[in-house]
C-alpha cells in the first residue's frame, strides 16, 4: 500500500474536510494522489477555487498540491487508502450523536475493494471503530475486515489557530486490525509527519488515549474554575494566585475559563456514556464537566448582581461581550460557551450586544440565535471580555471607560488586563 501511493499508483482519500480533514487532505497531497471528499457541494466548489470554508487555511496551502475534491461516490471509488475525519459531537443530551461517522461509514461500505485500507481519526469511545463503524462498512460493502480490507484508526491532534503544533510536528498514534496493517498505516502518516509515529497495540488503545487527552485537560480547568469561585468569596485574584504557584517546577500551568469547542467541551461525554454503558458511573469525569458547562451562568450571574447593586434596573441595563469563538484567533463558534453567557444574561432581561473580529454573524444567527451587533455602543452597565483575542490585546483603561458608565464593571474572564484597569470596577475569572 505505502509503495503504490509513493509512486502514485493508488490514491488516498480524505473523507470530511472540515477543520480536521483539510489540512490532512493537504498535507498528504503535497507528496502523493488524494481524493478529498465531502457531502457539502457549496464547500467542495470553495475549496476547488482554494478557499478553506473554516478560515483555517490561507490560499497558498492549496499551491502545489496533488488533490480533487468531490462529492461524487465514482471518484472516491478510485481510493485504495481512506481516512475518515468527519465530527463527533454530542447531542442535547450530551450523548454521543454517531450519525456523522456512520454515514461516513455507509459511504466507504459503497465504495470500498479488497486491498484496501480505512482508517478512523474522528474521536470516538473505545470501541466504536469496531463496533459501530466497521459492522456498516462489513455490511455495505460484502467484504470482511482482515481478509478482504485492513481497519485502522489514528486520533486527529488537530489544533484549530495553532500554528506551531501543526500536523507534521505532532507525533502520530497510530493503530491497526493486525501487525501488517500497523506497519502499513505508520509507514503512509510517516509520509507527512515529520515528527514520527507512536504505535498503539490494538484500535481500542488508540481511541482511549485520544479520549483522555481532552479528559485531563478538562478536569484540570475544572479545577482551575472551582478555584476561582472560592478565591473569588475570599476576595483574591485568581490569576495572582496561579502566578505565585507556577513559580515551583511541577505545579501544571492551567487557568480558569469558558470551556466550549469540539474536543475539551464534548469528548469526555464520549468517554463517560461508554464507562455508563459498561455500568460504572464516571463520578469525577462528570463533576468536573459539571463545573465547566456551568461557568457560563457563574459568569452571567456575578455581571448581574453588580448591575443590580448600581442601578436596580437590569432591564434597562446593556452589557457588551468580546468575543463569541470558543476560542482565541479563530472563527470557529462550534459550542461556543459565549452562546451560553449570552443566554444567561437575556434570562435576565439584560441588553446584550456580541461583538467578534472572526465570526460570522449569520452563522452565530443561525446556531444560537443571536448575530453580531453592527455597531458597539456606549454606556454599557459591563463589558465581558469573554474571548482573548488579539486584537483586544492593546485595549487600555480608556478605552473601556469611554464605552461603559460610572459604576461599570470589565469582566476580564482570562485576566488580559489584570491591574491596568483603574477607572471601572474589575473582575476576573
Not at 167 to 172: D, H, P, R
Not at 199 to 220: F, G, H, M, P, Y
Not at 295 to 311: D, E, P, S
Request: include cysteine; proline fraction near 3%; hydrophobic fraction near 40%.
Amino acid at each position: 500500500m505505502y509503495h503504490n501511493l509513493i509512486e502514485k499508483k493508488s490514491k488516498l482519500a480524505v473523507i470530511g474536510l472540515g477543520y480536521v480533514g483539510l489540512p490532512i487532505a493537504l498535507e498528504f497531497a503535497r507528496k502523493i494522489s488524494v481524493i478529498g471528499f465531502d457531502i457539502n457541494e457549496k464547500r467542495i466548489e470553495m475549496m476547488k477555487k482554494s478557499v478553506d470554508p473554516s478560515n483555517e487555511l490561507e490560499k497558498e496551502a492549496f499551491d502545489g498540491c496533488d488533490i480533487t475534491f468531490t462529492n461524487s461516490l465514482d471518484i472516491l471509488r478510485e481510493a485504495k487508502f481512506f481516512i475518515v475525519a468527519v465530527p463527533t459531537p454530542v447531542d442535547e443530551h450530551n450523548v454521543p450523536d454517531l450519525i456523522p461517522v456512520q454515514k461516513a461509514s455507509e459511504t466507504i461500505g459503497k465504495v470500498l475493494k479488497k486491498g484496501d485500507y480505512v482508517v478512523f481519526e474522528s474521536t470516538v469511545y473505545p470501541g466504536c471503530t469496531e463496533e459501530d463503524c466497521l459492522p456498516i462498512i462489513e455490511k455495505l460493502s460484502g467484504l470482511k475486515n482482515l481478509t478482504d480490507f485492513k481497519l485502522g484508526y489514528s486520533p486527529e491532534r488537530i489544533n484549530p489557530g495553532d500554528k506551531l503544533h501543526t500536523l507534521a510536528k505532532i507525533i502520530k498514534v497510530v493503530s491497526g486490525c493486525d501487525e501488517e496493517s500497523l506497519e502499513q498505516i505508520a509507514k503512509v502518516y510517516g509520509i507527512v509527519v515529520e515528527a514520527g509515529v507512536h504505535k498503539a497495540s490494538c484500535i481500542k488503545v488508540a481511541e482511549a488515549a485520544k479520549i483522555i487527552e481532552n479528559t485531563q485537560r478538562d478536569l484540570n480547568i475544572a479545577l482551575m474554575n472551582e478555584l476561582s469561585i472560592i478565591f473569588d468569596m475570599m476576595n483574591i485574584n485568581t490569576y495572582e494566585v496561579l502566578e505565585a504557584a507556577g513559580t515551583k517546577w511541577n505545579f501544571l500551568k492551567f487557568q480558569p475559563g469558558l470551556v466550549g469547542g469540539h474536543c475539551i467541551g464534548v469528548d469526555p461525554y464520549y468517554l463517560t456514556y461508554k464507562a455508563n454503558a459498561l455500568g460504572y458511573d464516571a463520578e469525577v469525569i462528570l463533576a468536573g464537566r459539571n463545573i465547566n458547562d456551568n461557568m457560563a451562568k457563574y459568569v452571567a450571574k456575578k455581571v448581574v448582581q453588580h448591575i443590580i447593586k448600581h442601578t436596580g434596573d437590569v432591564r434597562t441595563s446593556k452589557v457588551l461581550i468580546k468575543g463569541a469563538t470558543f476560542k482565541e484567533n479563530v472563527s470557529d463558534i462550534r459550542n461556543s460557551k459565549v452562546a451560553d453567557v449570552v443566554k444567561a444574561l437575556k434570562s435576565y432581561y439584560v441588553n446584550v450586544d456580541v461583538e467578534d473580529p472572526y465570526a460570522d454573524s449569520d452563522e452565530l444567527k443561525h446556531e444560537y440565535g443571536f448575530g453580531l451587533s453592527e455597531k458597539t455602543g456606549k454606556e454599557y452597565d459591563a463589558v465581558i471580555v469573554a474571548v482573548p483575542h488579539k486584537e483586544y490585546a492593546n485595549l487600555d483603561d480608556g478605552y473601556f471607560a469611554g464605552i461603559t458608565k460610572q459604576h461599570g464593571m470589565i469582566a476580564d474572564l482570562k485576566g488580559m488586563y489584570r491591574n491596568k484597569i483603574k477607572n471601572r470596577n474589575y473582575w476576573s475569572l
